[in-house]
């Protein structure tokens, strides 16, 4: 007599591709999944209730560490709205200051998202390259901030430390440098058949799905709808700056990878713009006073971050420490889909999906 | 060594056999070392780093202090494992690569033993092994392990079968299952060598031969960043080595057996070449093909198991079996 | 950039040189300490007095410090009362408020007279039309939220619970791919059994957010298929994120 049983399989939290502390409980009938529950929390480390007690500006190092591969978006994700709710304004020569960094941590995040999807799917070597190239921004980074991963940079008003003498040089010297090397790496996996028959036609949904379970980042414009919110309601001024919403078609892993690498490369075009028009001279933090008191209020604003859509909501009650202070994480968000997308496909297709959601689990708990 | 098999045993040869044993046993051994320091070093180099560089010169003691490091380690047995199965499955995948090492031909007069069924033979032995990482998968009581033996088991069995039909075309034009026989109708140049005529079964069994051995891109079985190292994830200490062991020599086997049937053995590819000595020349085409092997493990992304299947039995059979149908037909053209 | 210390009166650069004398007095008389805004001190303003020493002696620095943080709250004090006086004209009509208007007449006439508590326009905040909704009409203006043709509100932003003392909340944002419009919704319910409705049925994205709503602070919200808790551990007691939050050991 021959029966089969269903397993149940534990993926996570120790395990080398869920990109973090992060469980999924899986239900396979052999190597097919029937069912597929995510378990989270285990990075939980209460920033929402630690920042009722904090000022604002002490917030800010809690906020590099949600997204740890992305600081900078955090950063001015959180000072972005405050400045909303007190309607600072900020220099020329910070708000440029702001969008290089926040242009080359895109092109950072994504370089590692790059190395580590690629890992996952079994290619060693492309790992190493995204982190030698990823490790030239960081070192431009360690130079202006003084720190590698976590970098505390932007306050309520402007930028912390000022761009030292010739760091804008190399940055324009990164970016031929960069393009260069994005060809190299398309050559290199972009056309491999195994690459490709890894990728294509998996995890698939359509647009109405999308929006319906609140996807933001490439995770909704592979699906096709155009929407990047540095060009629908531009914060900063991204609004001077000429570049391109890549979108796709099919909604599959095959197109978020496409779309990702294409946002480097818009990245690179902002960067380009942003070096040329930078201000020789100016203020790089604006008139603020010592003591943050925003006005009563309330006030939601979000940002582009290379995983998405991140939104800081706040509620003053005119206290130099926030009332309520809620981040709407991109991770999180994205997450909902997993089970649905996970149903009916098989452990390798786990992997494969789970990466190209691009989460970081530091922003799925908070 | 072919004399001294045709003479009758007496306590003296059965010595020097026994001897012969144990010197291949050290310098396999000893390949194996180098390889996977050659192996670490290479994939670093692709990937912009030096590989193992500390311990000994250039890093040539590495894989002794591995070694090592693994003697030394706590012999863990998980409770509910199956402790017979457990403690047999890795000698069960060992012992056959030694074994087949017996009937690989190295040059004209270094060979262990001229068996008129050498290709078989290995064939036979190395399906062993097989059952050896099924039984380590069931055996760990880890449902990681298990799926990782399934898939293994699943990928060996669809492989060994276009693996051998590839082969088919070498052994009927040369009319023999002997190896030695083989590389002897590839001598006079790199123009009489197999590869040449037999570029399907060529190609058809490099591909089947990267996946019998495990290594990537048809690494599934042991996939780190999904399984978590598969069939031998419950593994540690000298168990653990035994595995890595037996892929490495059968690393060995292959490439040896790639090199006597399809790159012409010690022949050396122009014939004005011929007074270097032909081990020589078999040593720089196996470890090309080593070489080669390592290279593509540096390079390719791993492939998904039901695409692995698509493959093997979609593509690579169809295309061995028409590698013999247009053999069969060309030798039938020519004899007549 | 800002470090340089020119010698230089001229009004527009007054302000320049009055953040770095700031900064520049700070690191003399704090010998070095980190600047951060939040050790309070004397606020930077923008017309500090310019005959001030740069390089002069501890006393004189105080001193000086002294005579400007007076003279900087009785400009203050003046300044409020210019600011009352303004108050008091009409303040101009939002553009939001159409849609604002629209959306409760939408209410009022889809789902009950009285389900619209209270409508606003967030200035602040772009002049987001903010509406807060009774508690059991909740379901029935998601749905007309979701569904109604010149609403069509497909996509939640952001779904947060806020804990006011006397009250507990839940806040929607709320935008529209067709109509590519922006709403904040607001539920009140009170403290002792919160309960709103679930809209996982009509957003899905709604239901990790309302899990951790209800992990954080305790808020049920019927109709969610699977309501446990997402962030603490199944077995904890309390709810984190409320204002009245006792840990039961409190060295965590």
Same mark, same amino acid.
């Given at each position: 007599?021959?029966?089969?049983?269903?397993?149940?399989?534990?993926?996570?939290?120790?395990?080398?591709?869920?990109? !973090?502390?992060?469980?999924?409980?899986?239900?396979?009938?052999? $190597?097919?999944?029937?069912?597929?529950?995510? /378990?989270?929390?285990?990075?939980?480390?209460?920033?929402?209730?630690?920042?009722?007690?904090?000022?604002?500006?002490?917030?800010?190092?809690?906020?590099?560490?949600?997204?740890?591969?992305?600081?900078?978006?955090?950063?001015?994700?959180?000072?972005?709205?405050?400045?909303?709710?007190?309607?600072?304004?900020?220099?020329?020569?910070?708000?440029?200051?702001?969008?290089?960094?926040?242009?080359?941590?895109?092109?950072?995040?994504?370089?590692?998202?790059?190395?580590?999807?690629?890992?996952?799917?079994?290619?060693?070597?492309?790992?190493?390259?995204?982190?030698?190239?990823?490790?030239?921004?960081?070192?431009?980074?360690?130079?202006?901030?003084?720190?590698?991963?976590?970098?505390?940079?932007?306050?309520?008003?402007?930028?912390?430390?000022?761009?030292? $003498?010739?760091?804008?040089?190399?940055?324009?010297?990164?970016?031929?440098?960069?393009?260069?090397?994005?060809?190299?790496?398309?050559?290199?996996?972009?056309?491999?058949?195994?690459?490709?028959?890894?990728?294509?036609?998996?995890?698939?949904?359509?647009?109405?799905?999308?929006?319906?379970?609140?996807?933001?980042?490439?995770?909704?414009?592979?699906?096709?709808?155009?929407?990047?919110?540095?060009?629908?309601?531009?914060?900063?001024?991204?609004?001077?700056?000429?570049?391109?919403?890549? /979108?796709?078609?099919?909604?599959?892993?095959?197109?978020?990878?496409?779309?990702?690498?294409? $946002?480097?490369?818009?990245?690179?075009?902002?960067?380009?713009?942003?070096?040329?028009?930078?201000?020789?001279?100016?203020?790089?933090?604006?008139?603020?006073?010592?003591?943050?008191?925003?006005? /009563?209020?309330?006030?939601?604003?979000?940002?582009?971050?290379?995983?998405?859509?991140? !939104?800081?909501?706040?509620?003053?009650?005119?206290?130099?420490?926030?009332?309520?202070?809620?981040?709407?994480?991109?991770?999180?968000?994205?997450?909902?889909?997993?089970?649905?997308?996970?149903?009916?496909?098989?452990?390798?297709?786990?992997?494969?999906?789970?990466?190209?959601?691009?989460?970081?689990?530091? $922003?799925?708990?908070? | 060594?072919?004399?001294?098999?045709? =003479?009758?045993?007496?306590?003296?040869?059965?010595?020097?056999?026994? &001897?012969?044993?144990?010197?291949?046993?050290?310098?396999?051994?000893?390949?194996?070392?180098?390889?996977?320091?050659?192996? *670490?070093?290479?994939?670093?180099?692709?990937?912009? *780093?030096?590989?193992?560089?500390?311990?000994?010169?250039?890093?040539?003691?590495?894989?002794?202090?591995?070694?090592?490091?693994?003697?030394?380690?706590?012999?863990?047995?998980?409770?509910?494992?199956? *402790?017979?199965?457990?403690?047999?499955?890795?000698?069960?995948?060992?012992?056959?690569?030694?074994?087949?090492?017996?009937?690989?031909?190295?040059?004209?007069?270094?060979?262990?033993?001229?068996?008129?069924?050498?290709?078989?033979?290995?064939?036979?032995?190395?399906?062993?092994?097989?059952?050896?990482?099924?039984?380590?998968?069931?055996?760990?009581?880890?449902?990681?392990? &298990?799926?990782?033996?399934?898939?293994?088991?699943?990928?060996?069995?669809?492989? =060994?079968?276009? &693996?051998?039909?590839?082969?088919?075309?070498?052994?009927?034009?040369?009319?023999?299952?002997?190896?030695?026989?083989?590389?002897?109708?590839?001598?006079?140049?790199?123009?009489?060598?197999?590869?040449?005529?037999?570029?399907?079964?060529?190609?058809?069994?490099?591909?089947?031969?990267?996946?019998?051995?495990? *290594?990537?891109?048809?690494?599934?079985?042991?996939?780190?960043?999904?399984?978590?190292?598969?069939?031998?994830?419950?593994?540690?200490?000298?168990?653990?080595?035994?595995?890595?062991?037996?892929?490495?020599?059968?690393?060995?086997?292959?490439?040896?057996?790639?090199?006597?049937?399809?790159?012409?053995?010690?022949?050396?590819?122009?014939?004005?070449?011929?007074?270097?000595?032909?081990?020589?020349?078999?040593?720089?085409?196996?470890?090309?093909?080593?070489?080669? &092997?390592?290279?593509?493990?540096?390079?390719?992304?791993?492939?998904?198991?039901?695409?692995?299947?698509?493959?093997?039995?979609?593509?690579?059979?169809?295309?061995?079996?028409?590698?013999?149908?247009?053999?069969?037909?060309?030798?039938?053209?020519?004899?007549? | 950039?800002?470090?340089?210390?020119?010698?230089?009166?001229?009004?527009?650069?007054?302000?320049?040189?009055?953040?770095?004398?700031?900064?520049?007095?700070?690191?003399?008389?704090?010998?070095?300490?980190?600047?951060?805004?939040?050790?309070?001190?004397?606020?930077?303003?923008?017309?500090?007095?310019?005959?001030?020493?740069?390089?002069?002696?501890?006393?004189?620095?105080?001193? %000086?410090?002294?005579?400007?943080?007076?003279?900087?709250?009785?400009?203050?004090?003046?300044?409020?009362?210019?600011?009352?006086?303004?108050?008091?004209?009409?303040?101009?009509?939002?553009?939001?408020?159409?849609?604002?208007?629209?959306?409760?007449?939408?209410?009022?006439?889809?789902?009950?007279?009285? %389900?619209?508590?209270?409508?606003?326009?967030?200035?602040?905040?772009?002049?987001?039309?903010?509406?807060?909704?009774?508690?059991?009409?909740?379901?029935?203006?998601?749905?007309?939220?979701?569904?109604?043709?010149?609403?069509?509100?497909?996509?939640?932003?952001?779904?947060?619970?806020?804990?006011?003392?006397?009250?507990?909340?839940?806040?929607?944002?709320?935008?529209?791919?067709?109509?590519?419009?922006?709403?904040?919704?607001?539920?009140?319910?009170?403290?002792?059994?919160?309960?709103?409705?679930?809209?996982?049925?009509?957003?899905?994205?709604?239901?990790?957010?309302?899990?951790?709503?209800?992990?954080?602070?305790?808020?049920?919200?019927?109709?969610?298929?699977?309501?446990?808790?997402?962030?603490?551990?199944?077995?904890?007691?309390?709810?984190?994120?409320?204002?009245?939050?006792?840990?039961?050991?409190?060295?965590?």
């Amino acid at each position: 007599m021959i029966r089969t049983e269903e397993l149940l399989l534990n993926v996570g939290p120790q395990h080398p591709s869920t990109h !973090g502390v992060f469980r999924i409980i899986v239900k396979l009938d052999g $190597e097919v999944i029937t069912e597929a529950i995510p /378990v989270m929390g285990y990075l939980h480390r209460g920033t929402e209730k630690l920042a009722e007690n904090l000022t604002f500006t002490q917030i800010i190092p809690y906020t590099d560490r949600m997204d740890y591969v992305s600081a900078m978006t955090n950063n001015y994700c959180l000072v972005h709205a405050v400045e909303k709710l007190m309607g600072l304004e900020i220099p020329e020569r910070a708000e440029f200051l702001r969008l290089i960094v926040m242009e080359l941590q895109r092109v950072a995040s994504h370089l590692v998202w790059w190395g580590t999807y690629l890992l996952d799917i079994g290619a060693m070597s492309p790992f190493l390259y995204a982190f030698r190239d990823r490790e030239i921004i960081i070192n431009l980074f360690n130079e202006l901030c003084g720190a590698r991963l976590t970098y505390n940079y932007m306050r309520v008003g402007g930028v912390k430390w000022d761009a030292p $003498e010739g760091w804008i040089d190399k940055v324009r010297r990164f970016i031929p440098y960069m393009k260069e090397k994005l060809e190299e790496y398309q050559n290199l996996v972009g056309g491999n058949e195994i690459f490709l028959a890894r990728v294509k036609g998996v995890g698939s949904y359509d647009a109405k799905t999308a929006i319906a379970y609140g996807l933001s980042g490439a995770n909704l414009r592979c699906t096709g709808v155009k929407r990047d919110l540095r060009k629908d309601e531009p914060y900063g001024i991204y609004d001077r700056f000429e570049f391109d919403v890549p /979108v796709g078609t099919n909604g599959d892993c095959y197109d978020r990878y496409l779309l990702r690498i294409e $946002e480097i490369r818009q990245s690179l075009r902002i960067l380009e713009q942003a070096v040329e028009q930078f201000p020789e001279e100016g203020e790089i933090m604006g008139k603020v006073s010592r003591v943050l008191r925003p006005p /009563v209020g309330e006030v939601y604003t979000a940002i582009e971050s290379p995983r998405g859509e991140i !939104g800081c909501y706040i509620v003053s009650n005119g206290k130099d420490k926030p009332y309520r202070l809620k981040f709407r994480r991109p991770s999180f968000v994205n997450l909902q889909i997993l089970p649905k997308l996970l149903v009916g496909e098989t452990m390798t297709n786990l992997i494969t999906i789970l990466g190209g959601i691009d989460i970081v689990v530091g $922003e799925v708990d908070c | 060594m072919g004399d001294l098999l045709k =003479e009758s045993l007496t306590w003296g040869h059965f010595l020097i056999f026994v &001897l012969a044993a144990v010197v291949m046993l050290l310098i396999v051994l000893g390949f194996v070392t180098y390889t996977i320091l050659f192996e *670490r070093k290479v994939l670093g180099w692709m990937q912009l *780093r030096p590989g193992p560089n500390r311990v000994g010169p250039w890093g040539m003691l590495q894989t002794v202090a591995d070694v090592l490091k693994l003697l030394i380690k706590e012999d863990t047995i998980p409770q509910k494992a199956d *402790r017979p199965l457990f403690i047999l499955a890795p000698v069960l995948v060992f012992v056959p690569s030694f074994a087949v090492i017996a009937t690989l031909p190295f040059s004209k007069s270094l060979y262990n033993a001229d068996l008129n069924v050498g290709l078989l033979y290995y064939a036979a032995l190395s399906s062993i092994s097989t059952i050896g990482v099924v039984l380590g998968g069931w055996a760990s009581n880890n449902k990681y392990a &298990l799926l990782g033996g399934m898939r293994s088991a699943a990928q060996m069995i669809s492989y =060994e079968i276009p &693996l051998v039909i590839s082969v088919v075309g070498v052994i009927m034009m040369s009319g023999s299952l002997n190896l030695r026989t083989i590389v002897d109708g590839q001598l006079g140049g790199i123009w009489h060598w197999n590869f040449l005529p037999q570029i399907i079964g060529f190609v058809v069994f490099v591909i089947a031969a990267v996946s019998e051995l495990n *290594r990537t891109p048809f690494d599934l079985a042991e996939a780190e960043s999904e399984l978590v190292a598969g069939y031998f994830v419950e593994y540690s200490g000298f168990r653990w080595a035994f595995f890595m062991l037996a892929e490495y020599v059968y690393m060995f086997a292959m490439s040896t057996l790639i090199t006597v049937l399809f790159l012409g053995g010690w022949d050396a590819p122009l014939p004005f070449l011929n007074f270097i000595p032909g081990l020589v020349w078999f040593a720089l085409k196996f470890l090309l093909v080593v070489f080669f &092997l390592i290279w593509l493990r540096g390079t390719m992304p791993r492939i998904r198991i039901d695409q692995l299947m698509g493959l093997g039995w979609k593509v690579l059979l169809p295309l061995a079996l028409v590698n013999i149908l247009v053999t069969a037909a060309y030798l039938g053209i020519i004899n007549g | 950039m800002s470090q340089d210390n020119k010698e230089n009166t001229t009004p527009e650069n007054e302000s320049k040189k009055a953040n770095t004398l700031g900064r520049v007095q700070e690191k003399e008389t704090e010998g070095g300490k980190a600047s951060g805004p939040s050790d309070g001190g004397k606020p930077s303003e923008p017309s500090d007095p310019p005959q001030l020493e740069r390089k002069g002696s501890p006393d004189e620095v105080k001193e %000086a410090k002294a005579k400007a943080a007076a003279a900087a709250r009785a400009r203050a004090q003046a300044r409020g009362k210019k600011a009352e006086s303004a108050e008091e004209a009409p303040k101009p009509p939002s553009p939001k408020q159409p849609l604002l208007d629209e959306l409760t007449a939408i209410f009022r006439q889809e789902v009950a007279e009285d %389900a619209v508590e209270e409508a606003v326009i967030n200035e602040i905040n772009d002049h987001l039309p903010t509406v807060t909704v009774k508690n059991e009409h909740w379901y029935r203006c998601a749905e007309t939220l979701a569904n109604h043709p010149s609403l069509q509100m497909d996509y939640l932003e952001n779904l947060s619970g806020v804990d006011r003392e006397t009250h507990m909340e839940v806040v929607y944002h709320l935008y529209s791919f067709q109509t590519n419009r922006h709403y904040c919704l607001k539920v009140k319910t009170d403290r002792e059994k919160p309960s709103i409705a679930s809209v996982t049925p009509i957003w899905p994205s709604a239901n990790w957010n309302e899990r951790e709503v209800y992990d954080l602070l305790g808020i049920d919200f019927p109709g969610h298929p699977d309501l446990r808790r997402i962030m603490m551990p199944d077995d904890w007691v309390g709810h984190p994120l409320r204002k009245d939050y006792e840990p039961i050991d409190p060295e965590v």
